[in-house]
């Protein structure tokens, strides 16, 4: 990215952030930069990455073309310290000088995470009760549909952040309204997603391992502990990111259908070699109950579809497979006996 983009981008990240700015300043701003993305395809993922360094949990990328860019730009401070607010003279001096140290700090190859001075942000909360299936809305029209005991937060200014980001606690499946100027980031146990347009479903219970499976489009996952960003894994159609938590490591695997990982918003159930902790804590989410065993199932699996069907029938499928005996008392299951096959 050369240096007069720098300053295009720049100029608009701080317009954004400030509450004098008028909406035909912005959308010119906007304009221009959809314009140079529109000149090369590579110019779009170069745009996603200057955004996401604006984000406190941003790092500078090991890639040496991000020092060329800067390079122009430090001689010229170094040059001419009298003009470097020249150019940004209507900038607010929070802004311009926060902006100015950004640029010292990331030439200067510190690797800590950039802090930018922001407005207060109010987020709002959904929440999916247990049985309970939600579709929201976003301000920036992207859909997210919820699935039972899952909430996501979102800023309530999202459609008009730089960085549009979310939060999701359990499991969502994401239609991303596209917006190249505008990133779209689900922060999530462990990882953080990161998308232009796409369709996508997360999984991130508490617990659980996290995955990201890609339906349309191109996502970018990485790992996300304590604001410290890994190197990303881009996932196409029909492939998922898994996060392993013991090795701290994002794996790549491909999927024959991804749509199977949404079935659950039509009420399907789909377990695959699952463990039967994991198949208990689903059924009581689904179901909106409480499984009480005397058993801990540690290693017992189950391999079983279900098609949207009633309690009654996955507990007597449950029953047969693993020999045990069950009764349901208003939103209690008690499980007796029981052994692996």
């Known amino acids: 990215m050369d240096q007069e983009t720098w300053k295009l981008v720049l100029e608009y990240l701080a317009v954004k952030e400030d509450l004098r700015s008028s909406k035909a300043e912005i959308a010119l701003l906007e304009k221009k930069l959809r314009d140079w993305v529109s000149e090369d395809p590579d110019h779009e ?20 073309l991000w020092k060329e860019s800067f ?28 902006i100015i140290g ?18 207060q942000v109010v987020w709002t909360t959904k929440t999916a009760a247990p049985g309970k299936i939600i579709n929201v809305l976003l301000p920036d029209s992207s859909e997210i549909w919820l699935n039972s005991g899952s909430s996501i937060s979102f800023p309530q200014n999202l459609q008009h952040a730089s960085i549009r980001t979310v939060k999701l606690n359990g499991e969502a499946f994401f239609k991303v309204k596209r917006d190249p100027a505008h990133p779209f980031i689900v922060k999530s146990q462990h990882i953080q997603t990161r998308v232009l347009g796409t369709s996508f479903n997360i999984r991130a219970w508490k617990g659980s391992r996290p995955e990201v499976t890609v339906l349309t489009g191109k996502v970018a996952v990485s790992r996300d502990s304590a604001g410290v960003q890994s190197s990303a894994v881009h996932l196409l159609p029909d492939q998922k990111a898994v996060y392993d938590v013991r ?26 070699s699952t463990p039967m902790e994991e198949v208990f804590q689903r059924i009581s989410r689904k179901y909106a109950v409480k499984i009480i065993t005397d058993e801990s199932f540690k290693n017992c699996e189950l391999t079983a579809k279900f098609d949207n069907v009633a309690l009654s029938e996955v507990m007597k499928t449950i029953g047969l497979t693993f020999d045990i005996h069950y009764t349901i008392n208003k939103q209690t299951i008690y499980i007796k006996g029981g052994k692996c096959n």
């Open 45 to 64: 993922e170069q745009l996603e990455e200057v955004l996401l360094l604006w984000q406190d949990t941003a790092q500078l990328p090991d890639d040496g």
């Open 71 to 98: 390079a122009g730009i430090k001689e010229q401070i170094n040059q001419a310290p009298a003009r470097k607010f020249k150019i940004l003279k209507w900038w607010p001096a929070a802004t311009a000088a926060a």
């Open 102 to 119: 950004a640029l010292i700090f990331f030439i200067a190859g510190d690797n800590k995470p950039l802090t930018v001075n922001q407005n």
């Open 247 to 272: 090795l701290a490591r994002l794996l790549r695997e491909d999927v024959d259908d991804a749509r199977t990982s949404v079935d659950w918003r039509t009420g399907k159930m789909n377990f695959e």
